[in-house]
T-cell receptor
């Protein structure tokens, strides 16, 4: 089945130690998104790629970066994780930016020691 | 400012007890309204898209409706496996999805 796959499902890192989260898709969608979701809160958009064009949300901290080396893969890099960055990180894809639904992966749960 | 409000925050039902979840929104240039189901520790699972007032979509025990100001997710004769958090999101002219806080549904056997 076509899907959005996130690895790893659970990631533990130390305060200040860089970490990379991975997302791949077999839907051949143009758009890939990264969201942060904290407990009992709505997903918060961090940024998205439309093809190779990167779009950062105004309130996304500089600590968060992203790479999309090809259509299928997208990475979320957290350069110096703080305790407040502990959350579920969700990757989503859509065919186009407008009107089409976003399809989510099962997320990576990030813990900071 | 674009905003989505879901109510109630939590809902407990007995198996077979039908009810509705509400999603109220204010958005400039609605492109679409989306309903998702999210199970604990999982990503949101897409359920429905609604584009214009008066539109309705159905899937098994779920039916979603849309007016100019709100959407309802009706659950008919729910089963314990319908227990989850239901998220509503609107897509504004910018293309960005704006999520509500969700309604956590618990269906007891």
């Amino acid at each position: 089945d076509a899907m959005v796959i996130q690895n790893p499902r659970y990631q533990v890192t130390q305060f200040g130690k860089p970490v990379t989260l991975s997302c791949s898709q077999t839907l051949n969608h143009n758009v890939m998104y990264w969201y942060q979701q904290k407990s009992s809160q709505a997903p918060k958009l961090l940024f998205h790629y439309y093809d190779k064009d990167f779009n950062n949300e105004a309130d996304t901290p500089d600590n968060f970066q992203s790479r999309r080396p090809n259509t299928s893969f997208c990475f979320l890099d957290i350069r110096s994780p703080g305790l407040g960055d502990a959350a579920m990180y969700l990757c989503a894809t859509s065919g186009e930016l407008n009107t089409q639904p976003q399809h989510f992966g099962d997320g990576t749960r990030l813990s900071i020691l | 400012e674009d905003q989505v409000t879901q109510s109630p925050e939590a809902l407990r039902l007995q198996e077979g007890e039908s009810s509705s979840l509400n999603c109220s929104y204010t958005v400039s240039g609605l492109r679409g309204l989306f309903w998702y189901r999210q199970d604990p520790g999982k990503g949101p699972e897409f359920l429905f898209t609604l584009y214009s007032a008066g539109e309705e979509k159905e899937k098994e025990r779920l039916k979603a409706t849309l007016t100019k100001k709100e959407s309802f997710l009706h659950i008919t004769a729910p089963k314990p496996e319908d227990s989850a958090t239901y998220l509503c999101a609107v897509q504004a002219r910018t293309g960005k999805l704006i999520f509500g806080q969700g309604t956590t549904l618990q269906v007891k056997p």
